[in-house]
């Protein structure tokens, strides 16, 4: 049992009278989250914009936005070691900070070449702040002993919908210049005055790492050095990026296809295609937000099988239905299954290696969405785009089956 230290009140659990730190520091990380997830999508709904200032072709295009997500990949682990080394919440206000700036980079690319370009330093922020501030929630989800992760990635969810929404109402009123270079003085000011918050409450001390099942996992069960992983902790590090993968690769599968697919397969109506995301997006906030009951009831290890399960139902309704409007209930079933997955497994991950396991799960995540689209582009192309669709069913299908076979493990 790790020893706690009593000059830091901010540590203790909830119903000691001393939990109001461990509050302002969630409340702080929720905000981080909902910034992050802002900003992104007040980038993604500019793509158009951007695409016809840099007159770039489909393909070329194509190639630009992978510098995203290589920037990100790229970063994560060096993230990690910096998370070690100096602390998850000053790196997350430093990659705030860069974020907010690099999001106002892509207008001044006339380009598909300095697109790309610039659109990898924007990964780069991004994937840095998505571990450094998971990894803060990992040490409060363990200060809490409560399955919370899930809310911070509601959070996320929630502030992409608003980042999208706002993008929308002023995308014909502001040139992409002037758009995103208000979203980073909009970062700067959410950044100044959360990061403030931040930086004076130091990480809880971590407590006995909770199993697949919410007890505390006994001390033989439990790493003896969870911030320098052994080779069973780096193995179970990799099944849950493993899970992490398969939830991403769905993720980045219906962003970027499933709009398509409801227009070119089943014949919809250009805004019915766009309301195909919406449904998968808004279930997913909405299993989000409930994903902390959904844990605290059925345990993390059969929250993910039951969530695979139903993400590989809900794809395969939605990737071979005849009508669109059963479609775009699977989508939304979809959405719902996927929900609590990658928040689950970065978590588990956290408190098994740290910020280092962090970084590991998440650059398999990202690697997963980094695989996905053109992944489903090859198959449609050789088959059908339904049939390449059912490839996010079968990896649904193989989170729950890896959740089940490592269910003991795993600690679950």
């Not at 997350?92 to 974020?99: E, G, I, N, P, Q």
């Amino acid at each position: 049992m790790p020893q706690i230290n009593k000059t830091r009140t901010h540590n203790a659990v909830p119903g000691d009278g001393h939990a109001n730190p461990l509050t302002r520091l969630r409340i702080t990380l929720t905000v981080f989250f909902a910034l992050d997830g802002f900003i992104f999508a007040g980038w993604v709904v500019r793509i158009p914009a951007i695409k016809h200032q840099t007159h770039a072709s489909a393909s070329s295009l194509g190639l630009a936005l992978l510098g995203v997500s290589a920037g990100a990949v790229v970063t994560m682990m060096l993230i990690g070691r910096l998370c070690r080394r100096y602390g998850s919440h000053p790196v997350t206000v430093v990659c705030a900070v860069l974020l907010s700036l690099s999001v106002s980079l892509p207008p001044l690319a006339h380009s598909a070449p300095a697109l790309g370009a610039v659109l990898v330093v924007f990964g780069a922020a991004y994937g840095g702040i998505n571990v450094a501030f998971n990894s803060a929630a990992v040490d409060l989800v363990s200060a809490l002993r409560r399955p919370v992760m899930p809310s911070f990635h509601a959070a996320f969810s929630l502030g992409g919908m608003l980042g999208a929404g706002l993008g929308g109402l002023v995308a014909g009123y502001l040139s992409p210049t002037r758009h995103l270079l208000g979203l980073t003085v909009i970062g700067l000011l959410v950044t100044a005055v959360a990061g403030r918050t931040l930086l004076r409450l130091e990480p809880p001390v971590r407590q006995v790492p909770l199993v697949a099942d919410d007890r505390p996992a006994s001390d033989e069960g439990t790493p003896r050095h969870p911030h320098r992983p052994d080779r069973r902790t780096r193995g179970l590090v990799a099944v849950f990026g493993l899970i992490a993968l398969c939830t991403a690769y769905g993720e980045g599968a219906m962003a970027d296809w499933g709009a398509l697919h409801l227009q070119q397969d089943l014949d919809a109506s250009a805004g019915l295609a766009a309301v195909g995301y919406s449904c998968f997006a808004l279930a997913m906030t909405l299993g989000r937000l409930t994903g902390t009951a959904l844990l605290e009831r059925l345990g993390r290890t059969r929250t993910v099988i039951a969530g695979g399960g139903t993400a590989a139902a809900g794809m395969l309704l939605g990737s071979l239905a005849p009508d669109v409007w059963a479609a775009l209930i699977g989508f939304a079933v979809t959405g719902l299954g996927l929900a609590n997955l990658f928040p689950v497994a970065v978590e588990r991950a956290g408190s098994l290696a740290g910020p280092s396991g962090v970084a590991a799960a998440s650059t398999l995540g990202y690697g997963g969405m980094l695989l996905g689209p053109p992944a489903i582009g090859f198959m449609a192309d050789w088959f059908s785009l339904p049939a390449a669709l059912t490839s996010v069913a079968v990896l649904a299908a193989v989170a729950a089956l890896i959740g089940f076979v490592t269910r003991r493990s795993a600690g679950g």
